[in-house]
């Protein structure tokens, strides 16, 4: 754009002078600020209750804020008390004691002005629910800690007689929420094993500041979306394994009854046992019994193994074992690398022996139902359309680089070459490609990027997945687990050397920088850490579902970058009882790296407000020298 074009345009927004030279002012005590506090969550895995509640808590956070601000005044147990309240004021205000309304409102505003202290008034107010900040600016700016000022308590006196404190007090506990993180990331896997992936797109919704790189179970459902019926049917299967009907139905009105009535009809004496699901959660606005959530089951891992064999051979070069081309109906076996296994299920009546991929005309029927309702519905589109606008492959912020799955590597430790489109990509290029890709299966609708979806999600080639192979045949179909092993790539080996790190971050323009990794669940019952390569590489694989937690040995982590430390917040697996007070369920935040006080203007954020500063100086210029008229409006 012509500069005097662009000035123009610049002067539309700051009239004259005096307006300049206030966002002038403005920019330049914000770029002495300090930087605001980034918290990195990743692996999700849909489970709403457990990823609320680290938000509700900042993950420990809030409660370490109320130890600074009350360790001599209030007992740990009364330092508990108040956190939760926090968390979830509307749970214990009911039976907190009305006489305390006015000794909590002046707890909360000390806590809310010691949070908000390295913020602008402008990004505090913000930050404040609407409809109270006029009430709580007044009330953070007349607060003293040595004393009760007389208008301030007036104030009070007067929201406790008028029946306004409980309203107030769950505006002060939001707004100290709010302001405790400024900025979100999610490094992958919102989606699939937990209950609601939905609800917590919902919530992240609510903030300004989130970025979220891509996993291969976000791509998943993002490439059912597109239409891809393969992961169409992959997502229903996972879904019916981990007994999710209220997401489908519920969250994003998938009609299943297409599936359900055929799954019935086809498998009526089949007791379906290898496809009995988990039951870690309920549904409570569509109850199905876990037998009939069984034969649903079985018909669509069928349709799915049909619908994948189409696209590895419609795409060879990806080198994908096609298993039910390879089984001998006379006997229900197979022969693989020389050696034969029998199937543990061989009640396959959809499945011709002459045409093992041909789906029936049943079969056709029930994805044409799916596939319509994937396509036509409202909120999953507005849910994929958010991931698309606030996601992507990897993030480069503060000199961190965040990625969900990996770097492809080689056995050597050297980038691996992948073959995309008759290119061959490693490194940043190969994930600058992908991206390309996924943005166009959605927006483009390029037939050959939907069918990519399917292999991003589940290949031995895409840093999505960071596995050999996806062992969905072999899990359901085969009982041998030497079968089962889906081998990591290079990367989950060489990446723990920091030299392997120095070189990714170099790959990507980054000096010095961290590593900010999902993915791979920690197991630290096990002795593992999730600080790798001698602090390079962070692993922060969430850990929330449920399914992991006899795995690891806790919940995961969220990692906390403030203005003077990295710090590690360890996840407790998530109760219920919390909200209601009884258990504590704060996380234990460790200090891993402790530094001097980061600067705005040390940070990304910074580098931009710099340039807008060089634009403001250019159109005071141009004011001051009558290049560009000054207007009063």
């Known amino acids: 754009m012509n500069t005097n074009k662009y000035l123009q345009l610049l002067s539309k927004e700051y009239p004259n002078i005096q307006e300049v030279k206030k966002e002038m002012i403005n920019i330049s005590t914000i770029l002495t600020l300090p930087k605001g506090t980034e918290f990195f969550f990743s692996d ?4 709403y209750d457990a990823f609320n509640h680290l938000l509700h808590s900042a ?8 130890d600074l601000l009350y360790s001599d005044e209030l ?3 009364q330092r508990q008390k108040l956190a939760h309240v926090i968390y979830y004021p509307k749970e214990h205000l009911a039976s907190y004691p009305k006489e305390d309304y006015e000794q909590l409102i002046n707890y909360l505003i000390a806590i809310a002005k010691f949070c908000s202290a390295k913020y602008t008034q402008s990004k505090i107010r913000k930050k404040i629910p609407l409809e109270y900040v006029t009430i709580i600016e007044e009330l953070l700016c007349f607060h003293d800690n040595s004393y009760i000022n007389e208008y301030y308590h007036d104030m009070i006196q007067m929201i ?12 002060l506990c939001q707004f100290i929420k709010n302001i405790c993180i400024d900025h979100i990331h999610i490094i992958g896997d919102i989606f699939d094993r937990g209950p609601r992936p939905d609800f917590i797109i919902d919530e992240l919704m609510k903030y300004n500041q989130v970025d979220i790189q891509w996993g291969n179970h976000d791509v998943s459902w993002m490439g059912a979306a597109c239409g891809n019926q393969a992961l169409i049917a992959n997502v229903i299967r996972i879904s019916l394994n981990y007994n999710n009907l209220d997401l489908l139905e519920n969250g994003y009105g998938i009609n299943l009854r297409a599936l359900c009535d055929f799954a019935k009809i086809t498998y009526k004496d089949d007791s379906c046992t290898s496809f009995l699901p988990y039951q870690y959660d309920t549904n409570y606005f569509d109850y199905v019994s876990p037998h009939i959530i069984a034969k649903m089951h079985k018909a669509i891992t069928i349709i799915q193994l049909k619908l994948e064999g189409q696209l590895i051979e419609k795409y060879p070069m990806y080198h994908h074992y096609n298993w039910l081309t390879h089984i001998q109906f006379n006997d229900y076996s197979l022969i693989h690398q020389d050696i034969k296994y029998y199937l543990k299920d061989t009640n396959l009546p959809t499945v011709n022996p002459l045409s093992p991929l041909e789906l029936t005309q049943e079969e056709k029927e029930v994805m044409n139902s799916l596939k319509s309702s994937f396509i036509h519905s409202k909120h999953l589109h507005e849910h994929i359309k958010y991931l698309y606008q606030n996601g992507q492959m990897y993030t480069i912020m503060n000199n961190n680089l965040l990625f969900h799955g990996c770097i492809p590597m080689n056995e050597k430790g050297k980038f691996q070459e992948i073959n995309i489109n008759h290119q061959k990509l490693k490194g940043k290029a190969l994930l600058d490609k992908i991206e390309e890709i996924i943005i166009n299966a959605y927006f483009n609708h390029d037939n050959e990027a939907i069918d990519m979806m399917y292999f991003l999600w589940g290949s031995d080639f895409s840093p999505l997945f960071g596995k050999s192979k996806l062992c969905i045949f072999e899990k359901y179909f085969l009982d041998s687990p030497e079968l089962c092993q889906e081998m990591m790539n290079p990367y989950y080996i060489w990446s723990q050397k920091e030299e392997t790190c120095q070189m990714i971050l170099h790959n990507f323009g980054i000096k010095d920088g961290h590593i900010i990794n999902g993915h791979v669940p920690v197991k630290i019952k096990n002795g593992e850490s999730p600080i790798k390569a001698n602090g390079r590489l962070y692993v922060i694989d969430g850990g929330l579902s449920k399914a992991y937690h006899e795995k690891t040995g806790i919940s995961g982590y969220t990692l906390i970058y403030d203005s003077q430390h ?6 407790q ?3 219920i009882l919390v909200k209601q007070g009884l258990m504590c369920l704060t996380p234990e935040v460790e200090i891993i790296e402790t530094f001097p006080r980061i600067k705005n203007r040390n940070c990304d954020v910074g580098k931009k407000l710099q340039l807008q500063l060089e634009d403001l100086n250019q159109l005071l210029l141009c004011y001051q020298k009558g290049d560009i008229k000054e207007s009063n409006s």
């Open 44 to 47: 999700l895995h849909g489970e």
């Open 59 to 66: 993950s420990g956070v809030i409660k370490n804020k109320i």
């Open 75 to 77: 007992t740990e147990i």
């Open 160 to 171: 406790l007689s008028i029946n306004q404190a409980v309203p107030l007090i769950q505006a």
């Open 566 to 571: 990295i710090q590690l917040a360890k996840h």
């Open 573 to 575: 697996p998530y109760n």
